[in-house]
């Protein structure tokens, strides 16, 4: 495998990002109040796939996981503190200088790599995790080809990505980067991947969907699973067995 799939226009945009990545109240605040939700799905879909007690305070005790457009970290850490030996990729080298000062701040043993992740050593991973990324490649089938070829037998995959709704191009685009809620020129409407496309592609690469769930917005949290997919959606898939 060895496409290139990273956008040098996004990945200057978000390393220009790096250095407030963990300021809740920052330009990530939005990733800050996605990632508790995101979290629980990830959580429940590891505790069906791998029946794990919900109780187990080391989901992932044993496993490998890679996170794929890691950040600065945001999704890493946790994984890490579930017990998994994690890896992360960032197509912005920014990104990763903070992830691995802030991985050394907080004592966690994190892998970091920046660019292609093909051009990570060879290496499967139990879990492969890509939040809100696909729809910033050059190349979708290409990235999501890439994603399939680190997913070890019997692993989950978990992405999550805005839908290609009207209701995501005046919210999402429109009106949260209008009020600086995103910061400008974030997202790309015709990037976005409709739940059917997204399916398509990961059942293209030979893997099979088993959940997907809405991501929407909720007055007393910010954000709730389930409901609506209009705007953002999770799915989970994995080798068919």
Known sequence: MSAATINPNEAAHFGALAADWWDPHGSSAMLHRLNPVRLAYI????????HVDARERFALAGRSAIDVGCGAGLLAEPLARLGAKVAGVDAAPENIAAARDHAAGQGLAISYFAGELAALPPATFDL??????????TDPAAFIDELAARLAPGGLMILSTPNRTMLSKLLLVEAAERVGAVPRGTHDWDQFLKPEELTKLLERAGLEVIDRTGLSPSA???????????????VAARWPR
């Open 43 to 50: 959580r429940d879909q590891i505790d069906a796939h791998w």
């Open 128 to 137: 492969v995790t890509s939040m809100e990324v696909v729809e910033h490649v």
């Open 220 to 234: 007393a949290k910010g954000f709730k699973l389930g409901g609506s997919e209009a705007l953002n959606y999770l």
